[in-house]
């Protein structure tokens, strides 16, 4: 069983930045962040394997980097020109399985971080 604690969400007004860390309690092969806005389900945002290798959804490409601290395993989502549309619950997932593919889909992820709130104000 992996745990994993987000931090780092806030407000900002639309154009400006801001950076999540996730922490997980264990080695993870593959990690990602999500998002899910009221009354929306669940979507991807980016994901990462243990080889460092990324995927991003179409409307962050650019804007949005995923990163992993090998290190520590920690996992960060640096976000630029954030817009309004953005507005939602990210939240950290990971898998611990050799095997994960890091695709852009929840259901390759068993572990769920509490999510973290983001507010984009225009």
């Known amino acids: 069983q992996v745990q994993l604690v987000e931090s780092g969400g806030g407000s900002v007004q639309a154009g400006g930045s801001l950076t999540l860390s996730c922490a997980p309690s264990?080695?993870?092969?593959?990690m990602g962040w999500f998002r899910q806005a009221p009354g929306k389900e669940r979507e991807p945002v980016a994901t990462?394997?243990?080889?460092?290798?990324?995927r991003y959804v179409n409307f962050v490409q650019g804007r949005f980097t995923i990163s992993k601290a090998n290190a520590k395993n920690n996992l960060s989502l640096r976000m630029n020109s954030l817009k309004p549309e953005d507005t939602a619950m990210y939240y950290c997932?990971?898998?611990?399985?050799?095997?994960?593919?890091?695709?852009?889909?929840?259901?390759?992820?068993?572990?769920w971080g509490q999510g973290t709130q983001v507010t984009v104000s225009s």
């Open positions: 990462i394997n243990s080889g460092g290798f990324t």
């Open positions: 264990g080695y993870t092969y593959c």
């Open positions: 997932a990971a898998s611990s399985s050799r095997y994960c593919s890091a695709a852009l889909r929840t259901d390759g992820f068993p572990y």
